[in-house]
């Protein structure tokens, strides 16, 4: 379904993706862990189009997508819910998902009603401007509006970065119940142990390199995560 | 009745400064830049209509759509020749070229049409209203001109918050990466923005020339700035505050000009300005959001 082949990123002078290469296949939840700044977020931003890899190559479905316009992504089935939410503050909570449908606007009313039904306190706000919900409620809607478009890949960046402990679980039953759904997910998250557990595989990046790899159950047990992402 | 007389020619000249503000502040909106040449916009807007009514004998509403069709794609050519290479470059270089767009254009006009002041004649040749006895006169322009502001105004609060375009466009000015990613083309909204700021202009370089009917290539540089100073002084970014700062300074101008001094009328609407960014830097109606961490 994605497969990136080799890619090399640059922040200006600094080399921020070295050589990374990594897969998922349709129905996985891939999940790739790291410390702050190992590049995980560069490698989701890169997959769907925002920056652009000086070699190798992106293959999404099937079609190389190295340089297609990342706006051009949402309509072949990625939808990318980025580090820090990033939902449209000054826009309602029904405008926001709206903006979700803007490649699928047939799809905008029963959209939002699958929307609401997963999460049910945006119902209740969908008339309020998003930069007043609480972290938790923007997390859902970053995610729902993603799932506005019917994507068939979907990336979430850090997506229980900052809640509290039983928001984190909510979201990650809702990952997984995604999943069941039929969607193809790949994860990034500093919260090893949970994407670990949540996870088919996995890929663990170290300053810009991919380190590791293998089963989420495997790395889940190997001592160089244990001590390095799971405290102990 | 002279009070009531200066406030009907401030809300006047306030809603050219008005629809030429929000020119400036859509732009600034979602492109983050200042196009300082949108004043001169207006000059060849005016030009336009002035040739198509004086040499072409077109009728004034054809001449007002002509210098509008004119201008939108001379808006969205500058943006995509001047402004576009430099999306990822520093603001400083996007300002620099926005002067050097600016003199450019007033040296064109000045290749075309030469220095010689032209003599615009209103687009709406009706005799002015006599009200209480001769006492209060009302221009037909200045009833033209503030209907036209509220008219613009009203259609695009609705193009924003009703089109599917215009919620993209609030989504680009508000978060280009997030925008993109919900398959929005970044750089078709902003065109579209140029598109609408330059037909805008047009509108009001139209207006202007009919209520000041001087024409020279530097006709537009002094309201330019002016409309600038009213987007910042009612909340760049927003339209609202670029309407409520448009009619606002135009009320000042005109005050200042008929109760202190006309030399030093534009002192005082400069001085209004800095009075109001000290007080409340954002501007008027210029809101921020926290955000959640």
């Known amino acids: 379904m994605l497969k990136v082949d080799n890619i090399n990123v640059y922040y200006g002078q600094i080399h921020a993706l070295k050589d990374v290469s990594l897969e998922v296949k349709k129905g996985e939840i891939v999940a790739l862990i790291g410390a702050n700044g190992a590049g995980k977020s560069t490698t989701l931003r890169t997959i769907s189009g925002l920056l652009r890899s000086k070699t190798g190559s992106i293959t999404l479905f099937d079609e190389n997508v190295s340089h297609v316009e990342a706006y051009k992504l949402v309509a072949k089935g990625l939808a990318h819910v980025p580090e820090g939410r990033h939902v449209f503050l000054q826009m309602t909570v029904l405008e926001n998902l709206e903006m979700g449908a803007y490649t699928n606007s047939a799809n905008v009313k029963a959209g939002i009603e699958d929307v609401f039904e997963r999460f049910p306190r945006l119902k209740h706000r969908k008339d309020q401007i998003a930069g007043t919900l609480s972290g938790g409620e923007q997390q859902m809607l970053a995610m729902g509006r993603a799932l506005m478009s019917k994507p068939k890949l979907m990336m979430l960046d850090e997506p229980s970065m900052g809640l509290a402990p039983i928001l984190v679980q909510q979201i990650f039953d809702i990952i997984k119940e995604l999943h069941e759904a039929g969607t193809t997910i790949l994860l990034v998250e500093q919260n090893a142990e949970m994407a670990l557990h949540v996870a088919d595989r996995a890929y663990v990046l170290e300053s810009g390199r991919i380190k590791l790899s293998g089963s989420g159950a495997e790395l889940a047990k190997s001592d160089e995560i244990k001590k390095a992402y799971l405290g102990g | 009745m002279t009070f009531i007389s200066n406030l009907i020619n401030g809300i006047s000249l306030g809603s050219v400064y008005a629809i030429i503000a929000l020119g400036y502040t859509m732009v600034y909106g979602i492109a983050k830049m200042l196009n300082f040449a949108h004043g001169d916009v ?252």
């Open chain 2, 42 to 293: 207006i000059m060849v807007g005016a030009y336009i209509s002035f040739c198509a009514t004086t040499y072409l004998n077109l009728p004034p509403v054809v001449s007002v759509l002509l210098a509008m069709a004119v201008c939108t794609v001379l808006g969205v050519v500058i943006e995509g020749l001047a402004y576009k290479p430099l999306r990822k470059a520093s603001s400083l270089a996007v300002l620099i070229t926005a002067i050097g767009v600016s003199y450019f254009l007033q040296n064109v006009a000045l290749l075309i049409w030469g220095s010689a002041p032209k003599t615009f004649s209103s687009i709406v040749p009706l005799d002015s209203i006599a009200l209480f006895g001769g006492k209060l006169i009302i221009t037909v322009e200045s009833i033209v001109t503030v209907v036209a502001c509220i008219l613009i105004m009203i259609l695009l609060t609705l193009f924003t918050k009703k089109t599917r375009m215009g919620k993209g466009m609030r989504a680009v000015s508000e978060d280009k990466d997030a925008a993109e990613l919900m398959g929005i083309n970044v750089n078709v909204s902003i065109s579209v923005t140029f598109a609408i700021g330059s037909a805008l202009a047009a509108i009001a370089g139209v207006l202007l020339c009919s209520a000041y009917p001087v024409l020279v290539p530097t006709t537009g540089s002094m309201p330019g700035i002016k409309a600038f100073t009213a987007a910042v002084f009612g909340g760049i970014g927003s339209i609202p505050g670029a309407m409520v700062g448009g009619i606002l300074l135009g009320i000042i101008e005109i005050f200042s000009k008929s109760y202190i001094s006309t030399a030093l009328s534009d002192a005082i609407v400069f001085a209004v300005l800095i009075v109001v960014l000290l007080v409340k830097p954002t501007g008027i109606l210029g809101k921020k959001i926290m955000e959640k961490v």
